[in-house]
């Protein structure tokens, strides 16, 4: 995706999410989109189809989301400036900016096992007093670590598993 | 292979059990977008410009481009190992290059490896590439000759040490070949005054290096000299930093109070190579789709050069900047921005290069701003006259096509001036010591050439040097140390001179 795709999905984003007052507003309309985005990608063949005009891609998409005017609005704009291919990055960003709003701090932990549920929480409340906010972690596991942790989080890569620390060594040694 | 000290069982026992148990704590970013030497990447969210990034796999990066949502790098080796998705980190440095004594003799692409294949550089220190220039405080004006051994260029485009003189010129012109008898040359001067050499090379072939490092290795100039190397087949990232990183090693040695001669051969390839760099990272391209800051990218190079104040060590840093023309175009974009930068310029032309006079130096387009001033008492006073004599010549030599008749004195300077265009001719390879180009000048502009035939000149010169260095070594010695032309010294020379003529063969 180019640099100009992605400032336009931030937009348009940002739009949408700032149509929202409150939190539960903001929370209810990305829950919709999001929903909406996976119900149009089973369509995603019409909806790119030059064949089937804009018009009747409007109209279908006004009757389907009759109980939300908005959202058919909001999808009808981006049929209308051509950036409909942009959705999925769109509702990306939406939930990212609701993220924001609620103060949630997404991280993803990497462990050679699973982790126990106590070692999970303790995890997260440790990620919390780096970070603050609320963190809402992916536990994921890849084996290929040995032990340890490694967490990604706000853009930073914090790594402490031994898959590191022997590559390290290996570095040391035969320097 | 053999064991290394740091080999011994108790030494890896200690490496293992102290080592860190830290963990890293990275910024990163994501790779959004590769190709072309290139990488977008998202995230990265404090690097700063010109900072070192890491790709992984042993790739490193340079931040270029910091844009609203993604920072452009380029990448400093392959990029097939790089896709989109690959985490990339910070280091939180800039690139630097290892620097100190144990450089010197070796051969080394822009990043400090070796690719001489004689082992890694022991070096304690390193140095930024990019840094800025010394400030006027403290500098002090070029005052020092630096002896290129080349006869033309000593005598009528001097060079001072800590002077920035500009070699230009087309294509096989004999560009590098001056570059490299400046550098041999230094092994003709007695150590304390001895120049330590780069020669950095960029965007030329493998093939031109290897030789370029033969022959500095066959005339035993590699002792006192670093190559760095970054040829066509490098990403445009490696040709675009190497200037810089043989500046680097350079100011090294000019702050330890060394002088240091360094030939970036070429900064046309350079400019490419930053122009390459600058279209894919999408900047604005301005004339001959150079980017805007393409002058910048040469007078933040050049500004390096410098002669150091007393206080500050009298090291000297003098460049050698190389530009080839097309069609002897001075006034393109790139030569005439490096033109401007520079003290001067030796001017080579392949009109005369290919009718035989080498060096091929256009006297009258040549100049040095400053050397003039660095130039030894003894060669000012026999080449005060050359540069009037030759273009002198050049204008009545015009005439004499013509087939005009032409007074007496005319016909004298025009026999003058053959014969002194002859006896600036020389062989690659050959640079002499100032007292023999002190010598043979002084032979020249003293009409002691006047009676020899001027298929003979070079003959004459020949037979000169070998006579002196065998009957007179003294004379030259003395020659080669005195700063000034004493009459006393003048009066052997002109008494070696008569006793000479006796003992001349032509044609042989
Ligand atoms: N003074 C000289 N006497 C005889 N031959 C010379 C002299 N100077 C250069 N040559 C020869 O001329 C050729 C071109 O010289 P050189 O490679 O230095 O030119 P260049 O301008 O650097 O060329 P390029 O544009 O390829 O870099 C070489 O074969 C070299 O040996
Ligand atoms: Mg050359």
Redesign the pocket.
């Given at each position: 995706m180019n640099s100009t795709n992605r400032i336009a999905a931030q937009r348009y984003a940002a739009a949408y999410d700032a149509l929202s007052k409150t939190n539960e507003e903001a929370s209810r309309r990305s829950v919709l989109l999001h929903e909406v985005q996976m119900a149009l990608d089973s369509q995603q063949e019409a909806m790119n189809s030059p064949r089937i005009t804009l018009q009747t891609k409007k109209e279908v998409v006004r009757t389907a989301l009759s109980g939300s005017p908005e959202t058919a609005n909001f999808i009808e704009l981006l049929l209308e400036a051509k950036r409909y291919y942009l959705l999925p990055e769109i509702t990306r960003r939406v939930a990212t900016l609701l993220d924001d709003r609620l103060g949630i701090v997404r991280a993803q932990v990497y462990a050679a096992k699973e982790l126990t549920a106590a070692q999970k929480r303790h995890t997260e409340q440790v990620l919390a007093k780096r970070y603050g906010g609320e963190i809402k972690a992916d536990f994921i596991t890849d084996p290929s670590l040995l032990g340890g942790l490694k967490i990604i989080c706000r853009g930073e890569q914090i790594d402490g598993s031994l898959q590191r620390r022997f590559a390290k060594l290996e570095e040391e040694l035969t320097k | 292979m053999a064991i290394r000290p740091e080999e011994i069982t108790s030494i890896i026992k200690s490496k293992i059990e102290h080592f860190d148990t830290s963990v890293d704590i990275n910024e990163i970013g994501t790779v959004i977008q590769v190709g072309d030497g290139i990488a977008r990447v998202h995230g990265l969210n404090q690097v700063k410009a010109s900072e070192l990034v890491d790709f992984g796999n042993g790739v490193k990066g340079m931040a270029m481009n910091l844009e609203y949502d993604n920072v452009g790098c380029v990448l400093m080796g392959p990029d097939q190992q790089v896709h989109e998705g690959t985490t990339v980190k910070r280091t939180g440095e800039v690139i630097s290059i290892p620097v100190g004594p144990d450089v010197i003799g070796r051969v080394v692409d822009p990043l400090g490896k070796p690719l001489d294949g004689k082992g890694e550089i022991k070096t304690e220190k390193t140095m930024p590439l990019d840094i800025v220039a010394p400030g006027i405080i403290d500098r002090q004006p070029v005052k020092q000759p630096l002896q290129t051994g080349i006869k033309a260029i000593d005598s009528m485009v001097p060079i001072g040490k800590g002077q920035r003189e500009l070699i230009i010129?087309d294509?096989?012109?004999?560009?590098?070949?001056i570059a490299l008898d400046a550098i041999i040359n230094q092994k003709n001067i007695p150590a304390a005054e001895r120049c330590i050499c780069i020669y950095v090379a960029v965007g030329q072939k493998q093939s031109t290096v290897a030789q370029v490092v033969k022959t500095l290795t066959d005339f035993g100039a590699m002792d006192y000299t670093v190559v760095v190397s970054a040829t066509a087949s490098d990403p445009a990232s490696l040709l675009y930093i190497a200037p810089y990183a043989g500046c680097a090693i350079g100011e090294y040695f000019m702050w330890q109070g060394k002088d240091v001669l360094i030939v970036y051969d070429?900064l046309s390839k350079h400019a490419q190579a930053y122009r390459q760099m600058s279209l894919l990272l999408r900047r604005p391209p301005g004339r001959e789709a150079y980017p805007g800051d393409v002058f910048y990218l040469h007078s933040r190079l050049l500004e390096r050069a410098c002669k150091l104040s007393n206080e500050n060590g009298g090291g000297s840093l003098t460049a050698l900047p190389i530009i080839?023309t097309q069609a002897n175009d001075v006034s393109a974009y790139i030569p005439t921005n490096v033109i401007s930068i520079t003290d001067g310029q030796i001017y080579?032309e392949s009109s005369l290069f290919l009718s035989g006079i080498?060096?091929a130096v256009n006297v009258g387009l040549s100049v040095s701003r400053v050397g003039g001033s660095a130039q030894r008492k003894t060669m000012r006073k026999v080449a005060g006259t050359l540069r009037i004599d030759l273009s002198q010549y050049q204008e009545l030599a015009g005439f004499a096509q013509f087939g005009s008749e032409l007074d007496k004195e005319s016909q004298r300077q025009i026999e003058r001036g053959k014969r002194m265009t002859e006896l600036l001719k020389?062989?690659?390879y050959s640079p002499l010591k100032v007292g023999e180009e002190v010598l043979v000048l002084y032979a020249g502009t003293h009409g002691y050439l006047d009676t020899v035939s001027v298929a003979d000149v070079l003959n004459y010169e020949q037979q000169l040097l070998s006579y002196v260095r065998s009957e007179h070594a003294a004379v030259l010695d003395e020659l080669n140390q005195s700063q000034e032309l004493t009459e006393a010294l003048e009066g052997k020379v002109k008494s070696l001179l008569d006793e000479f003529k006796t003992v001349f063969r032509a044609g042989k």
């Amino acid at each position: 995706m180019n640099s100009t795709n992605r400032i336009a999905a931030q937009r348009y984003a940002a739009a949408y999410d700032a149509l929202s007052k409150t939190n539960e507003e903001a929370s209810r309309r990305s829950v919709l989109l999001h929903e909406v985005q996976m119900a149009l990608d089973s369509q995603q063949e019409a909806m790119n189809s030059p064949r089937i005009t804009l018009q009747t891609k409007k109209e279908v998409v006004r009757t389907a989301l009759s109980g939300s005017p908005e959202t058919a609005n909001f999808i009808e704009l981006l049929l209308e400036a051509k950036r409909y291919y942009l959705l999925p990055e769109i509702t990306r960003r939406v939930a990212t900016l609701l993220d924001d709003r609620l103060g949630i701090v997404r991280a993803q932990v990497y462990a050679a096992k699973e982790l126990t549920a106590a070692q999970k929480r303790h995890t997260e409340q440790v990620l919390a007093k780096r970070y603050g906010g609320e963190i809402k972690a992916d536990f994921i596991t890849d084996p290929s670590l040995l032990g340890g942790l490694k967490i990604i989080c706000r853009g930073e890569q914090i790594d402490g598993s031994l898959q590191r620390r022997f590559a390290k060594l290996e570095e040391e040694l035969t320097k | 292979m053999a064991i290394r000290p740091e080999e011994i069982t108790s030494i890896i026992k200690s490496k293992i059990e102290h080592f860190d148990t830290s963990v890293d704590i990275n910024e990163i970013g994501t790779v959004i977008q590769v190709g072309d030497g290139i990488a977008r990447v998202h995230g990265l969210n404090q690097v700063k410009a010109s900072e070192l990034v890491d790709f992984g796999n042993g790739v490193k990066g340079m931040a270029m481009n910091l844009e609203y949502d993604n920072v452009g790098c380029v990448l400093m080796g392959p990029d097939q190992q790089v896709h989109e998705g690959t985490t990339v980190k910070r280091t939180g440095e800039v690139i630097s290059i290892p620097v100190g004594p144990d450089v010197i003799g070796r051969v080394v692409d822009p990043l400090g490896k070796p690719l001489d294949g004689k082992g890694e550089i022991k070096t304690e220190k390193t140095m930024p590439l990019d840094i800025v220039a010394p400030g006027i405080i403290d500098r002090q004006p070029v005052k020092q000759p630096l002896q290129t051994g080349i006869k033309a260029i000593d005598s009528m485009v001097p060079i001072g040490k800590g002077q920035r003189e500009l070699i230009i010129g087309d294509r096989q012109t004999g560009k590098t070949a001056i570059a490299l008898d400046a550098i041999i040359n230094q092994k003709n001067i007695p150590a304390a005054e001895r120049c330590i050499c780069i020669y950095v090379a960029v965007g030329q072939k493998q093939s031109t290096v290897a030789q370029v490092v033969k022959t500095l290795t066959d005339f035993g100039a590699m002792d006192y000299t670093v190559v760095v190397s970054a040829t066509a087949s490098d990403p445009a990232s490696l040709l675009y930093i190497a200037p810089y990183a043989g500046c680097a090693i350079g100011e090294y040695f000019m702050w330890q109070g060394k002088d240091v001669l360094i030939v970036y051969d070429d900064l046309s390839k350079h400019a490419q190579a930053y122009r390459q760099m600058s279209l894919l990272l999408r900047r604005p391209p301005g004339r001959e789709a150079y980017p805007g800051d393409v002058f910048y990218l040469h007078s933040r190079l050049l500004e390096r050069a410098c002669k150091l104040s007393n206080e500050n060590g009298g090291g000297s840093l003098t460049a050698l900047p190389i530009i080839e023309t097309q069609a002897n175009d001075v006034s393109a974009y790139i030569p005439t921005n490096v033109i401007s930068i520079t003290d001067g310029q030796i001017y080579l032309e392949s009109s005369l290069f290919l009718s035989g006079i080498k060096p091929a130096v256009n006297v009258g387009l040549s100049v040095s701003r400053v050397g003039g001033s660095a130039q030894r008492k003894t060669m000012r006073k026999v080449a005060g006259t050359l540069r009037i004599d030759l273009s002198q010549y050049q204008e009545l030599a015009g005439f004499a096509q013509f087939g005009s008749e032409l007074d007496k004195e005319s016909q004298r300077q025009i026999e003058r001036g053959k014969r002194m265009t002859e006896l600036l001719k020389q062989n690659q390879y050959s640079p002499l010591k100032v007292g023999e180009e002190v010598l043979v000048l002084y032979a020249g502009t003293h009409g002691y050439l006047d009676t020899v035939s001027v298929a003979d000149v070079l003959n004459y010169e020949q037979q000169l040097l070998s006579y002196v260095r065998s009957e007179h070594a003294a004379v030259l010695d003395e020659l080669n140390q005195s700063q000034e032309l004493t009459e006393a010294l003048e009066g052997k020379v002109k008494s070696l001179l008569d006793e000479f003529k006796t003992v001349f063969r032509a044609g042989k």
